[in-house]
């Protein structure tokens, strides 16, 4: 099993662009977010997913969008992307059972700087 | 607010000594506490997680404790070695149900051990 794989790993955009970062997992997962993780803070929830189809915000969703049309993948979009959202994005999943699986599994990030 | 402090300043060790976090926190009432390992250019690795009525949980060389008096937990890393050098992060579970899976990291302690 892969576990959780994102892509791209390495994106440098300029101001203003767009892009779309795509994350995929193959345990099952009901339960997948996407975190950015800036020098001397912690992991911040940006959007989450409970579920196919659904969506939900997190701590710091603006400036972002996602889809999750498949149970395996989370996409997260930057529709103008600025300076201020240079840094390093995290995907991760886990399972609904609260007391059966607790942990997240978490991709191996993508690094983005936007000019 | 609500707020998780680790210490911000690297730990550093001798290899075979005992390593010891702190992750403080402040306004939460968490139903579990957990704790990943990071490495450089990777994604989080989930490690222990123990649950607001356990005081302390062993998992090989490593050992967590859990205070929610104090609202502190400790990491332990006992016979440290070389490998164990990463950056540790804890990360909070609050309670109630839309809660769930959306955990609060903290920012993460770096521990270096040297032989």
């Known amino acids: 099993n892969a576990g959780v794989t994102q892509t791209p790993k390495f994106r440098v955009l300029k101001t203003g662009q767009s892009m779309t970062l795509l994350c995929a997992q193959d345990m099952n997962h009901e339960y997948m977010y996407w975190y950015r993780q800036d020098p001397g803070m912690g992991l911040r929830l940006i959007h989450y997913?409970?579920?196919?189809?659904?969506?939900a915000k997190g701590e710091v969703p603006d400036g972002y969008n996602v889809s999750r049309l498949k149970k395996q993948n989370f996409l997260l979009g930057l529709e103008s992307a600025a300076p201020s959202q240079t840094s390093v994005y995290f995907c991760?999943?886990?399972?609904?059972?609260?007391?059966?699986?607790?942990?997240?599994?978490f991709g191996p990030g993508t690094r983005l700087t936007v000019l | 607010s609500q707020k998780i402090e680790q210490n911000s300043e690297a730990l550093n060790i001798q290899e075979g000594k005992t390593a010891t976090l702190t992750c403080n926190y402040t306004?939460?009432?968490?139903?579990?506490l957990q704790w990943y390992r990071q490495d450089p250019g990777r994604g989080p690795v989930f490690l222990l997680l123990?649950?607001?009525?356990?005081k302390e949980k062993r998992k090989e060389r490593l050992k967590v404790t859990f205070d929610t008096t104090l609202k502190q937990s400790l990491f332990h890393i006992t016979a440290s070695q070389p490998a164990d050098s990463a950056t540790y992060l804890c990360?909070?579970?609050?309670?109630?149900?839309?809660?769930?899976?959306?955990?609060?990291f903290g920012a993460g302690t770096q521990v270096v051990v040297t032989p």
């Open positions: 306004n939460y009432s968490p139903a579990y």
């Open positions: 123990i649950r607001e009525n356990e």
């Open positions: 991760a999943s886990s399972c609904p059972q609260r007391e059966l699986c607790n942990e997240q599994f």
């Open positions: 990360a909070l579970d609050p309670h109630g149900p839309d809660s769930w899976g959306k955990l609060q």
């Open positions: 997913s409970v579920g196919e189809g659904t969506t």
